[in-house]
């Protein structure tokens, strides 16, 4: 599993984060993972979108504090 991922404003915009996710997925199939659930930025939607991946539906979180 790999979670929050964040690509540095210094280094955006310079086909890293693609360099990344390509990694991650080889990774992940080469374990054997058959299915990849992805949540991400409304920012970093359209870097997805271009690797393939597709909007199942939107995804919100809450917290409940005491």
Known sequence: MFDQIVT???HRR???ATVVMQS???LA???GATERLL???EAGRALYERLGWT???PWSTAVLFD
């Open 8 to 10: 540095d404003e210094a």
């Open 14 to 16: 310079s086909g890293l």
């Open 24 to 26: 991650l997925d080889k």
């Open 29 to 31: 199939e080469k374990a």
């Open 39 to 41: 949540v991400a930025t």
């Open 55 to 57: 909007v199942l539906a």
